[in-house]
């Protein structure tokens, strides 16, 4: 069907006027995208029955990967890409008049995540799959993805995001293999055949509708499924008032909780945690139970991997299945559930960490309360043994102590393997956030630094660079992202470095046009541009970055000879709705752009753009364009970034903490490739233990500071009045426990140092094309490699 531009053309033809009733004159755009979408998905049905039919047959090893998000962006593209037809399709489709960029248009972003957790589920997925591994991600399917963000009047506005409006092409609904979900009620206990079992009763139950997605790998015949979970009402309730019910029911799976680093500690989201978690563990038990007469074994067949702690009730759930269904006893079950599960932590921020109040999770969830208990009782009793009349000790460890559901504890516990996701993060992890659990466990405990699916983010989003990469090394680094490194020989052919430039200059120009569209502001391609794009956090110093540019700006007033190279700045960001400082912070970056943006003093020496919504498919548009990559959380605070490695691999350079993969980024590229400073991250935490720092003393002594943060609350913006007081206070009443003017003064320095590097085209091409060079190691293929082999036990099919 695909294998001519004449065969495509027809088939789809003839497609297009079963499918939509209409002649190909009369058919629109959304026609054209519904036709080719679910001709691809047919296109793929062989091969993805024939992937499942070989796993069913196989004795191998697969994994489960249970995550509550995956920011998935736009699928059609690199669907083509991974089959190999993406050029038939677009020759094609230009024969008929239709362009393929504006079908791609058309898609929604599948924007079911917040950031960084959720887009790195979606690489894994790409990843798993293309090197022909058996790893499937369940997830639910929220209707309504992250929220759409408009800038009005400077504030951030959320609009309910609608990506389901014209239907999902890419999902297969398998009502018959639903699965049910049940709440409340209460749990009886009762003596049968001298065994004590326990019965739910009274329960309500939801019915969990599996909406299963191809995951296509790049060119493979490996096809794995996405299946995401719709929360639909049972067919007869017990529940009285049917119209609740119904609502309570299909919210479960309505919305996307907005936020990526607080525990909101609501009941809803407990009920979507239990939702994915039940329903995953209900089907992969049900898919097992085909091939095998008992569980005895099912922790040599099967691996589940949690994503963060939101699916750790996969632990007492599997426990639940192995013991009240399998009637397994306790240690038996222990045992496989142990051998079954393995867990990747993604933050130490304390107020990431969840912890769910009894009073919520023992009538939500009663027999998995029970079970829970019981863990915590014999872990408990463990700790007890080794330590008698350690109570400080038990108490720091248990899974339940003051009232809360510790989930962390419960992950460590129940799991044979945890890992952190850079190596700093994984050193902070087993040095102090979870210090006693690595004493008791170190064989648990390793590292396997985050990755990205480097198809996506230069093969897809960066044609003209890629084009110019296969020109010159041949086509083998589409399958192997090491040898990007054979571009090191191309480090003093200035002829490369010039051609290099003109792509970058290319990308520039096209999000110059993006930017005109969005905003009105006309940028200078020839300028820096410099980026931070990433959800909007404190700890993320956004508002670093904003104090510098105010501090450049004042100097451009003050001295009217001062000169640095010309700056774009640009930002994206999402703020959770609930966080007020953050919002706070968006406004400030729009009223310091509009101030800068209409100054003429300032002219086409700098402009600072707020790009609103930024999502997946944004991103793609602005790595390709960018010269500097912001990473500047405060140290030891940013468990990898998965952001730095987009840009890298796009050939920006990095300015940064050692922070993060940003120390690995550096290892690979040495220190003359990357622009580093700053507080180290044993630096922050000592002073977080023994104090130290005195913000007011930066405020007063640094008239730079002094100057910008006066400007905060002094009239300088007009019309805002206390606007930034919140902000204000942060730095100077607050004591500023990000270190942003700690390091203010090392960032200032790097900064100038970055705009004397840029005056020089030759050496920062080179710099940038050792960056391209190196990144090969961050495709997430290697971390997948490393997960197969080192957690999982799983290989290639
Ligand atoms: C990669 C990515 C992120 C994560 O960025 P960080 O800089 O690592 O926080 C967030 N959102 C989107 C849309 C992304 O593509």
Redesign the pocket.
């Known amino acids: 069907m695909f294998s001519s531009t004449l065969e495509f053309k027809n088939t789809f033809l003839k497609r297009l006027e079963m499918q939509c009733g209409k002649s190909f004159s009369e058919s629109s755009s959304r026609d054209h995208y519904q036709t080719l979408g679910s001709m691809i998905r047919e296109f793929v049905s062989n091969d993805w029955i024939a992937t499942n039919e070989r796993y069913l047959a196989s004795e191998g090893k697969q994994v489960y990967y249970l995550s509550i998000e995956y920011?998935l962006g736009k699928l059609l593209r690199q669907n083509l890409i991974n089959l190999g037809v993406e050029h038939t399709v677009q020759v094609g489709l230009q024969d008929l008049g239709i362009d393929l960029d504006e079908l791609e248009e058309l898609e929604a972003d599948a924007g079911l995540g917040n950031?960084?957790l959720g887009?790195l589920a979606a690489c894994f997925l790409d990843s798993l799959a293309s090197l022909n591994l058996p790893g499937h991600g369940h997830g639910i399917r929220y209707k309504h993805g992250l929220f759409e963000q408009k800038i009005v009047d400077g504030y951030q506005v959320e609009l309910p995001e609608q990506w389901l409006r014209s239907g999902n092409v890419w999902e297969i609904r398998k009502a018959d293999r639903a699965v049910k979900i049940p709440f409340w009620g209460k749990v009886e206990a009762k003596m049968e055949n001298d065994r004590l079992v326990f019965h739910h009763q009274n329960a309500e139950t939801v019915t969990a509708v599996p909406h299963d997605m191809p995951v296509i790998g790049f060119k493979s015949k490996n096809v794995n499924t996405l299946r995401l979970w719709n929360a639909e009402p049972s067919p007869f309730p017990i529940h009285k008032d049917i119209l609740k019910y119904k609502r309570e029911t299909e919210s479960i799976s309505e919305f996307l909780y907005p936020d990526d680093t607080h525990d909101e500690g609501k009941i809803l989201r407990l009920k979507q945690q239990y939702f994915l978690v039940s329903a995953s563990i209900q089907s992969i038990v049900r898919t097992y139970r085909k091939q095998h007469t008992s569980l005895e074994q099912f922790h040599k067949h099967i691996c589940i991997h949690i994503n963060d702690t939101h699916p750790v009730l996969a632990i007492p759930e599997l426990m639940r299945v192995l013991i009240d269904e399998e009637g397994y006893d306790w240690d038996k079950a222990w045992h496989i559930t142990k051998h079954t599960i393995s867990y990747t932590n993604h933050t130490t921020l304390s107020e990431a960490l969840e912890k769910w109040p009894i009073h919520i999770f023992r009538p939500l969830l009663p027999r998995i309360y029970m079970i829970v208990e019981e863990i915590n009782e014999r872990f408990c009793q463990e700790l007890w043994e080794q330590a008698p009349g350690d109570w400080q000790r038990i108490g720091e460890l248990a899974i339940i102590a003051d009232h809360y559901v510790k989930m962390a504890h419960l992950a460590i516990v129940g799991s044979f393997s945890v890992n952190g996701v850079a190596k700093l993060h994984t050193e902070i992890l087993k040095k102090r956030e979870m210090k006693p659990f690595y004493q008791l466990f170190p064989e648990k405990f390793n590292n396997k630094t985050n990755g990205i699916a480097y198809r996506r983010w230069l093969l897809k989003a960066n044609p003209p660079l890629s084009a110019l990469i296969t020109d010159s090394i041949g086509p083998s680094w589409t399958y192997s992202a090491e040898e990007l490194s054979q571009l090191l020989k191309y480090q003093n052919d200035s002829s490369f470095l010039e051609q290099l430039l003109k792509i970058k200059n290319e990308n520039k120009q096209r999000l110059a046009d993006i930017i005109l569209d969005k905003t009105g502001v006309v940028v200078n391609t020839g300028a820096i541009f410099d980026v931070q794009v990433?959800?909007l956090h404190a700890y993320k110093r956004q508002l670093l970055n904003v104090l510098h540019i105010m501090h450049l700006y004042n100097r451009m007033k003050e001295d009217s000879n001062f000169s640095t190279a010309p700056r774009v700045f640009i930002f994206g960001a999402k703020a959770s709705p609930g966080y007020y400082y953050a919002k706070k912070i968006i406004k400030l970056i729009n009223t310091v752009a509009e101030k800068i943006n209409n100054d003429p003093i300032v002219g086409d020496k700098m402009k600072v753009i707020f790009l609103e919504n930024?999502?997946?498919s944004l991103?793609e548009k602005i790595f390709p364009a960018s010269d500097i990559s912001e990473q500047i959380s405060t140290a030891s605070k940013e468990a990898s970034?998965?952001?730095?490695m987009?840009f890298m691999i796009n050939g920006a350079l990095t300015v940064g903490t050692l922070d993060g993969a940003n120390i690995e980024i550096r290892e690979l590229v040495g220190d003359e490739n990357i622009f580093t400073f700053g507080l180290t991250a044993d630096e922050v935490l000592h002073y977080y233990q023994h104090g130290g720092y005195q913000s007011r003393e930066y405020y007063h002594h640094d008239y730079r500071i002094k100057q910008a943060v006066d400007q905060l609350v002094n009239g300088f913006f007009p019309g805002v009045q206390n606007e930034f007081e919140p902000i204000f206070d942060s730095l100077v009443e607050e004591n500023d426990q990000y270190f942003v003017l700690k390091d203010f003064a090392a960032y200032t320095d790097i900064q100038g140092k970055i705009g004397e590097t840029f005056m020089n085209k030759n050496k920062w091409q080179k710099m940038s094309l050792t960056n391209i060079a190196h990144a090969g190691y961050f495709s997430s293929d290697r971390t997948i490699k490393e997960y197969a082999d080192e957690i999982w036990g799983i290989n290639p099919l």
């Open positions: 920011l950031g960084g887009r990433k959800r930024y999502r997946v991103a970034g998965t952001g730095n987009k």
